[in-house]
Each structure stands twice: as C-alpha cells, then as structure tokens.
C-alpha cells in the first residue's frame, strides 16, 4: 500500500527555518491538491497550506508571508518551506493529497516540529 513519507521536522529556535518534504513510497495518480496540516497538543488539526495541481497555493492567515509550499510534479513531492518559525508553529505536521477517485486522500505519518529557545 502506498504511504506518503514525510522528513524535516525537528527543533528549532525562534526565527529559524525548516523545511519539510512529503513523497508517496509508490505510485499516485489522480493528485488534484496537495497539502500540509498541522496538529498541536489539545488543539484540533489545522488546514495549513494546499497547492493545486495548477499550482496555485493558499495559506493560513497565520503563516502567510513565512511558509511557503511548493511541489515537485515529476516526483509527486511537496515541500512546505516555514521561515520565520514561532513558538505557535510547534505541532506535528502532516501532509495530504487529494485524488479525484478513490482512495480519495492520502496521509503521511506526521513529522513533528519544535519551535524553542
């Protein structure tokens, strides 16, 4: 079964910068949307940013002009550039596509990101 496999979660201090990657350990087809969530103990998960398969992209107001997500088509990768990083930026990040039929989405394990000094 194909799985989605996340790395570049880690610690971090404030103002710092991470960058994660999200690939499929297998073939997918039928990606309409690619996205990264976000999950922070006692708090439910978080639509954080998506891009389409046209690329266009869209955030979350509070990482607006910070993250920045990106793919890479041939590869089916996505990536989620976070500058800037906050201590409110600390959670387990999960990335998800979206296909056109079933399975319907796909999701990675989560990769977890500390923001502290």
């Known amino acids: 079964q194909v799985q989605l496999v996340e790395s570049g979660g880690g610690l971090v201090q404030p103002g710092g910068s991470l960058r994660l990657s999200c690939a499929p350990s297998?073939?997918?087809?039928?990606?309409?949307?690619m996205g990264w969530y976000r999950q922070s103990p006692g708090k439910q998960r978080e639509l954080v940013a998506t891009?389409?398969?046209?690329?266009?992209?869209d955030y979350v107001g509070s990482v607006k002009g910070r993250f920045t997500i990106s793919r890479e088509h041939a590869k089916n990768t996505v990536y989620l550039q976070m500058n800037s990083l906050k201590e409110e930026d600390t959670a387990v990040y999960y990335c998800?596509?979206?296909?056109?039929?079933?399975?319907?989405?796909?999701w990675g394990q989560g990769t977890k990101v500390t923001v502290s000094s």
């Open positions: 998800n596509f979206q296909l056109s039929l079933s399975p319907w989405n796909y």
């Open positions: 297998g073939s997918i087809f039928n990606i309409i949307l």
């Open positions: 891009i389409s398969i046209g690329g266009i992209t």
